[in-house]
């Protein structure tokens, strides 16, 4: 068994991108299970940034295959475009490299649309979504209505479902949301162009040739995205994503069994973020959370949206540990904590004048709790260019016992920067 899942505690860029990078190096294989576009991985070599949506963060290194499973919802255009800027910067050179399930489901405009009409229908109760269509696609993917990727190669086919499916969405568009409509020439003539440029990525089978993969011995990286606390059934519900972003969707957005699983590496930033409406027990909002949000540059990768800031919350972390059933942690940018006089930690909430320990799983309790915070002391040492964990500042090393103590679940890595080389292994991941 050699399958990891690398999956966000959190509510989202908690820095999964860097540490599949830095994982990659030594993996087989990197395969993203779920999510589409709405994701925004960001990675770091030689100083040179590179933001991913779609394609798996190992595809920087040339030797590693990256797949994107059928659990995926693909914007074949965003696609290009990100499969343009890669090449362009000298990655990608060989489509063998890339492979994507004929089974994913296709974001068409309409799902766009709609996601919009939506979120503006809902006005002061939006849920915030990053617009990219996801919801309205996997809602299509449920109903049995969805286009799949291997449908654009049968053009009568394809014709034959736009027709069906722009029967309801045109309606739905112009009689209840006042919106534009679609018409069946222009997007069967902006698909096959699509189709055409991404024949060489074609796979029929992710299942089986994961599942080889694993077998023989190789080792699998399966990328998360977004985090847990947006998983559409276990996080804030209803401001969470339309998919399922724990762990165990690694095996259904990929067609392997949970066996196949050996470990699973869950990222967690040193303090919280959350884009997006919904409750938020830590968020800070006053001049620590403007200094959080400042110096740990938390404005969305993919909507450039700011991003809201707060202390660690060991409840919601525990809550993620739990459902991920997760075997090892990394500590996400310690280094931003840099400069505060005190750091909290969230221990426990309370609600009606009693103490909880367990993160609610109700969106309505949660968002009535007060946190209870412990403060520890801080440090004002720049860590960014330390490379051994013995050289870390006393008060850095206390506040990583605090949280390890409060956790019990090892934490292996610890990232004190964007950069590859900004990365101390308390254990190495892989033997
Ligand atoms: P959707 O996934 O675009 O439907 O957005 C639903 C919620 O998930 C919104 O609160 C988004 O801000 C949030 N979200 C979606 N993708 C990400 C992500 O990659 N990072 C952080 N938040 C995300």
């Known amino acids: 068994m050699s399958g990891i899942v690398v999956v966000g505690a959190q509510w989202g860029d908690e820095g999964k991108g860097k540490i599949v990078d830095v994982f990659a190096a030594k993996a087989d294989m990197v395969v993203r299970y779920q999510g589409g576009a709405n994701a925004g991985h960001t990675l770091v070599v030689n100083g040179k940034k590179t933001v991913l949506h779609l394609i798996p963060s190992g595809i920087l290194h040339p030797e590693r295959t990256c797949v994107i499973g059928p659990g995926v919802v693909v914007d074949v255009e965003s696609l290009l475009q990100e499969i343009q800027m890669l090449k362009a910067s000298g990655y990608l050179q060989n489509p063998k490299q890339l492979l994507l399930s004929e089974s994913c489901s296709i974001i068409l405009p309409y799902h766009k649309a709609l996601d919009a009409a939506r979120e503006k229908a809902l006005s002061d109760q939006k849920i915030g979504t990053t617009g990219k269509g996801i919801g309205p696609a996997y809602e299509d993917r449920a109903a049995r209505r969805a286009i799949v990727f291997g449908d654009l190669y049968d053009l009568e086919n394809l014709r034959s479902k736009l027709e069906l499916a722009l029967h309801e969405k045109n309606s739905l568009l112009e009689k209840v949301y006042g919106a534009p409509t679609f018409k069946v020439k222009d ?24 599942h080889k993969q694993i077998k023989t011995g190789r080792r699998v990286l399966f990328e998360g995205a977004q985090g847990t606390l947006l998983d559409v059934l276990h996080g804030t ?4 994503t339309s998919s399922s972003t724990i762990a165990g969707s690694a095996c259904t957005g990929t067609g392997i069994g949970p066996t196949s699983i050996s470990k699973v590496l869950g990222i967690f930033k040193a303090y919280t973020t959350r884009v997006g409406s919904g409750p938020f027990p830590t968020e800070l909002q006053n001049q620590v959370g403007e200094k959080l ?32 059933g997760m075997t090892n942690l990394a500590l996400m940018k310690l280094d931003v904590l840099t400069g505060h006089e005190k750091i909290g930690v969230c221990t426990g909430y309370k609600l009606n004048g009693e103490l909880l320990t367990e993160f609610p799983c109700s969106s309505y309790e949660l968002e009535k709790v007060e946190p209870v915070i412990e403060y520890l002391a801080g440090w004002k040492e720049d860590i960014t260019q330390i490379t051994a964990l013995k050289d ?18 090892p934490i292996d890595v610890i990232s ?3 950069g590859r080389e900004q990365t101390l292994w308390v254990k190495p991941l892989f033997a």
């Open 187 to 210: 997007l069967v003539q902006q698909l096959q162009q699509c189709a055409e440029e991404l024949a060489p990525y074609r796979c029929k089978d992710v299942s089986a040739l994961v």
């Open 416 to 418: 004190v920067g964007p």
């Open 293 to 324: 949000q400042k110096e740990g540059h938390e404005f969305g990768s993919t909507t450039g949206r700011p991003r809201r800031c707060g202390w660690l919350d060991l409840p919601a972390l525990k809550y993620s540990i739990r459902l991920n």
């Open 392 to 409: 870390l500042p006393r008060a850095t090393t206390n506040y990583i016992d605090f949280v390890g103590n409060q956790i019990g679940t």
């Open 237 to 240: 519900y209803p401001y969470v």
